[in-house]
C-alpha cells in the first residue's frame, strides 16, 4: 500500500520564498458536493475539516503510454518542479491516468516499467502532488482485452479480461490514501447505457480485434470489496461527453461516492453537449438529483480559449459550484492536441493563459 501523505510535507520554493506545505486534506462525497475530510492545504490555500471544496485543475499526460516503451513521463516529468509549475497556477488537482497492461505487467510490457516498478513509480508521483497540496484522480486510461496491447487512449469500455484486476489492484494501493479519486474508465464509446453499467456486450476495434466487456457496476462491487472508500467518478458514454442518460443507469455504490465525469472540447473536436442549453438541460439536473458533477477534461484545439472561458464561466455559476481540469500539461504544438505550457516552468501557452487566468482569480 502507498504511504499515507498525510504523514508527509515538502519545502516548496514559490515566488522566491521557502515555506512547508501542509498535504492536501482527504475528499469524500456528501450529497453533491466535495467536502474535506481533515485539514490541509489545498492548491495555494488551507482549508479545514468537514468543509466543501471545489477542484480545479490539469490533467497530466505521458504515464498512460510512455511505459509501453520503457519509461514512465511522456513530455513533463513526473517530479516536484512539475508539481511546483502548476501551483504557480494555483491548481489544486491533478489527473494522473494509468496504463492497465503496464499496471498488471501483462501482454509483454517491458519489465523496467510495468508491475512493481511502474507502481512504485506511480504511487510516489501521487504521494509528491498530495504532499504539496494536490488532489489526485487515478483513472484507467489505456487499456484492451486479451492480449491486445492498447495503440492510443480509444477503450471504449471495461474488458472483462483485465479490468476487475486492475482495479483491485489500484484500490488496495491507494485506499489508504482519502486525497486520491478514482475514475473507472476515462471515455467510454460505441457501445449503450446498459452495457456500460452491466457489460455483457461485445467492444470493436477497427482491425484491431475484440473483446467481453465488464459494467461498471462490477467493477464498483470490486472496489468496495477491497475496502476502499475512494469517490469513484462515473463517465458518461460518447467518449464522456454524453450524460443524457447517466441518472439512469449510474451504479449502485453502498459508500454513497459516485460523481459524474464530463469530459467537453470545442467543436469541431467535440459535437455532443457544446452549449449552454444543453449544459443547463442535462448536467445540471445530475447535481439537482445528488450527485457531484466535476468536468475532469476540457480543451479546444484552436489554441485560444473562448470556449473554455465559457465552460469555466458556467461552471463557476452553478450551485454548488463545478470543478474543472484543463488537457493538458504539455508543452506540444496545438496541432497535436491541445498543449497548455510554452515551456516546463509553467508558462502558459495561448490557450493556457485561459485556464491559468481563471485559476488564479478563483483559487
Known sequence: MVMFAAALAVVLQLGGQTRTAAPAP?????????????????GVRSVGSGVPVVLRGVNFSGSEYACMKGSFWGNQPGNQR??????????????????????????????ASSGSTYQAAMGAFVNLAIASGLVVEVNLHFGAGGTMVPANDDYPTLDADHAPAFW??????FKG??????????EPFGISWPCLRDGGCTAKLKRRGSWRAVGMQSVV????????????IIAG?????????????VPNDPAQQLIAGFHTYAPPLDK????????????????????????????EGDCAHDYIDKVMHWADAQTPQVGYWGWD???????????????????????????????????
Open 329 to 363: 500539461w504539455t508543452t506540444l504544438s496545438c496541432k497535436k492536441e491541445p498543449s497548455l505550457l510554452r515551456d516546463s516552468f509553467g508558462t502558459p501557452s495561448k490557450y493556457g493563459v485561459g485556464l491559468r487566468q481563471r485559476l488564479l482569480a478563483v483559487q
Open 168 to 173: 483491485q489492484s489500484v484500490a488496495n494501493y
Open 237 to 249: 458514454l460518447e467518449w464522456s461527453s454524453d450524460l443524457s442518460q447517466w441518472l439512469r443507469y
Open 221 to 232: 462491487n470490486t472496489v468496495r470489496a477491497t475496502g476502499a472508500l475512494n469517490p469513484i
Open 177 to 186: 490514501n482519502p486525497s486520491v479519486i478514482f475514475n473507472l474508465i476515462n
Open 82 to 111: 512539475t508539481i511546483d509549475a502548476r501551483l504557480t497556477w494555483h491548481a489544486n488537482v491533478m489527473r494522473l491516468p494509468l496504463n492497465e497492461d503496464c499496471w498488471l505487467a501483462i501482454n509483454g510490457m517491458p519489465v
Open 272 to 299: 455532443t453537449c457544446v452549449t449552454q442549453s444543453c449544459w443547463d438541460s442535462v448536467l445540471a439536473p445530475i447535481q439537482a438529483a445528488g450527485y457531484p458533477l466535476l468536468i475532469n477534461e476540457f480543451g
Open 26 to 42: 482527504g475528499i469524500k462525497v456528501e450529497g453533491n458536493q466535495l467536502v474535506t475530510t481533515r485539514a490541509g492545504r489545498l
